[in-house]
T-cell receptor, first 115, second 113 residues
Framework: SAVISQKPSRDICQRGTSLTIQCQVDSQVTMMFWYRQQPGQSLTLIATANQGSEATYESGFVIDKFPISRPNLTFSTLTVSNMSPEDSSIYLC????????????FGPGTRLTVT | AQSVAQPEDQVNVAEGNPLTVKCTYSVSGNPYLFWYVQYPNRGLQFLLKYITGDNLVKGSYGFEAEFNKSQTSFHLKKPSALVSDSALYFCAVRDINTGKLIFGQGTTLQVKP
């Protein structure tokens, strides 16, 4: 398994500002994912960020709102831009192990509250 | 389309009793199924997976899951529940076409002393 850390663990931000969330992995991984978990809800995939290629966004998520960087095999950032209260969620970083039947491991999440 | 369903929002059991958290799936082709647990203010932790082979899969923390192809189910079980098992449990299936994990809505497990 991989050990994943996220910074910050939580934040309270004002409407209209941006927050960048960092994800650090203790080993090199190709596949990295960003999820959103709205209060009381399940997980929704925002984008897949594989090293060496542009991030692929899911329907309903756009790069201007959620820009992602993936500079190397152990690190990624997700920025939540021009925030509104609807962006209040837990944001989770996830990595995939290698192989066809890969497993996914998740970071502890970043709890964001937008006021 | 691939999907999973967790029919119970909440499951309540007494400590020491067996527990079952239900999951049913709908896939085309062979299912790749997973269970995750989320403790309060924590990320998701991988419990176990089913790819192929034995229908009874053993995982972390004494949990196991039974794959039933005829009933398209993958129920999570534990012979003796602990209060510390109280958490939110997610069933997930990997979409074989996209490789993405599709999560159920989650089931809150409450284990009372």
């Amino acid at each position: 398994s991989a050990v994943i850390s996220q910074k910050p663990s939580r934040d309270i931000c004002q409407r209209g500002t941006s927050l960048t969330i960092q994800c650090q992995v203790d080993s090199q991984v190709t596949m990295m994912f960003w999820y959103r978990q709205q209060p009381g809800q399940s997980l929704t995939l925002i984008a897949t960020a594989n090293q060496g290629s542009e991030a692929t966004y899911e329907s309903g998520f756009v790069i201007d709102k959620f820009p992602i960087s993936r500079p190397n095999l152990t690190f990624s950032t997700l920025t939540v831009s021009n925030m509104s209260p609807e962006d209040s969620s837990i944001y989770l970083c996830s990595v995939g192990t290698s192989g066809r039947y890969y497993e996914q491991y998740f970071g502890p999440g970043t709890r964001l509250t937008v006021t | 389309a691939q999907s999973v369903a967790q029919p119970e929002d909440q499951v309540n059991v007494a400590e020491g009793n067996p527990l079952t958290v239900k999951c049913t799936y709908s896939v085309s082709g062979n299912p790749y199924l997973f269970w995750y647990v989320q403790y309060p203010n924590r990320g998701l932790q991988f419990l176990l997976k089913y790819i192929t082979g034995d229908n009874l899969v053993k995982g972390s923390y004494g949990f196991e899951a039974e794959f039933n192809k005829s009933q398209t189910s993958f129920h999570l079980k534990k012979p003796s529940a602990l209060v510390s098992d109280s958490a939110l449990y997610f069933c997930a299936v990997r979409d074989i076409n996209t490789g993405k994990l599709i999560f159920g809505q989650g089931t809150t497990l409450q284990v009372k002393p």
